[in-house]
């Protein structure tokens, strides 16, 4: 099931684009360990493309189609060592869903500061099977967009943030007050 981003439009994708950008020019842009290394030079590529003119599902078919991800992972076994596993098949859309969605905030409120829109709240854009608690609880609420942007514009922060956590199927509109 895709994403319904409520206020992705052309001006909403400039400002995409802007924040991708700038994120890629401070080495800010997320590179998934699972990237081959094709996979890490063309990822800020199709990464801008989705975001000026396509969207999530097409950047996760580029990833898969493209052989950007590798197959298989190290992982670490509970006695200390490693295995080999195979990477979930659901990955590249996972990604592909968290950063385009990342991005799609980070315009939007960029978009909403510059428009002097006091706030974006939270909406479930994607329907999920199991919703978190923490992240249903979240719906209705309220950001000012400049605090919410500089919550996610640092890589690290974004990836433990509660609206963009994997699966969650949140994202933000723009609130008409």
């Known amino acids: 099931m895709p994403f319904t981003f409520q206020d992705l439009d052309e001006t909403t994708r400039e400002y995409m684009a802007q924040e991708i950008t700038l994120a890629s020019s401070a080495g800010n842009l997320y590179f998934s360990r699972?990237?081959?290394?094709?996979?890490?030079?063309?990822?800020?590529?199709?990464?801008?493309?989705?975001?000026?003119?396509?969207?999530?599902?097409w950047l996760a078919y580029q990833l898969e189609t493209?052989?950007?991800?590798?197959?298989?992972?190290?992982?670490?076994?509970?006695?200390?060592?490693?295995?080999v596993k195979h990477v979930p098949h659901t990955a590249?859309?996972?990604?592909?869903?968290?950063?385009?969605?990342?991005y799609y905030i980070l315009g939007l409120?960029?978009?909403?500061?510059?428009?002097g829109i006091a706030r974006v709240r939270v909406y479930r854009a994607k329907p999920v099977a199991n919703a978190r608690p923490e992240s249903a609880a979240l719906i209705g609420t309220g950001f000012d967009p400049s605090s919410l942007a500089a919550q996610i514009r640092p890589v690290e922060a974004s990836l433990?943030?509660?609206?963009?956590?994997?699966?969650?199927?949140?994202?933000?509109?723009?609130?008409?007050?």
């Open 34 to 57: 699972r990237f081959t290394a094709q996979g890490k030079e063309e990822w800020p590529r199709l990464l801008l493309k989705a975001a000026l003119d396509r969207d999530e599902h």
């Open 66 to 83: 493209q052989g950007l991800m590798t197959g298989l992972e190290n992982s670490r076994t509970p006695s200390g060592g490693y295995t």
């Open 92 to 102: 590249a859309e996972t990604i592909a869903e968290g950063q385009f969605n990342r």
């Open 109 to 115: 409120c960029a978009r909403a500061v510059a428009e």
């Open 160 to 177: 433990r943030h509660e609206l963009l956590k994997p699966n969650s199927g949140l994202s933000v509109q723009i609130v008409s007050e």
